[in-house]
């Protein structure tokens, strides 16, 4: 096993995810894409293989108990602005259970998109080249956002792709006071999540949002 290798398994077990040869060799893959990638496409300004495995992909990862922790039923996901595909791949790989979609308008990200999900086998997954404003698909229990807008912005932009009963997922750094206090009446805050991401010594919050159920919906 090679020291990334060593590095991405005791991530995951760290997480109580699965850490077997399978799984750690498809992440392995999916960072070596990334990598290859980027130095033509500038999908990330993380060009360090030892940093794109903490700042990405157990980045990514740590997403995936919460998901099972919060949404225990859900079934689809929906990442906006997915751009490398960060968490949508990781999370796709890590639950072939879960339907994940990514959206980008950024067109050489979904092409990557598309690439990785042909090189990892991903059933479950689809990318999609599309402004999310504009994108019809049926609604999804469980939308994410790892650095696509405010929180403003991102529950405006994906109402009408969010189930009534479904929840927005934003991954955040520091908790963002002054973007929470922006959000829309039909908005609400469920809870505020901190996040451990093993090898990183960064803060990192997951901002849980529903609809606001004393609000009617647009």
Known sequence: MTA????LARGLEGLGLPSDER???LLGRFADLLLRWNRTYNLTAIREESEVVTHHLLDSAALVPMIAKIAPEAETLLDVGSGGGLPAVPTALLRPDLSVHAVDTV???VTFLQQAQIELGLKNFRAHHARVENLRLSPFDVI?????????DFTSLTEHLLKPSGLWLAMKGVVPEEEIAALPDFVRVREILPLTVPGLNESRHLIVMEHNAG????
């Open 4 to 7: 990334r290798e060593e590095m």
């Open 23 to 25: 799984t750690v060799t």
């Open 107 to 109: 067109k050489k990200k």
């Open 144 to 152: 994410t956002s790892r650095a696509f807008a405010s929180l403003a």
């Open 215 to 218: 609000c009617g919906l647009s």
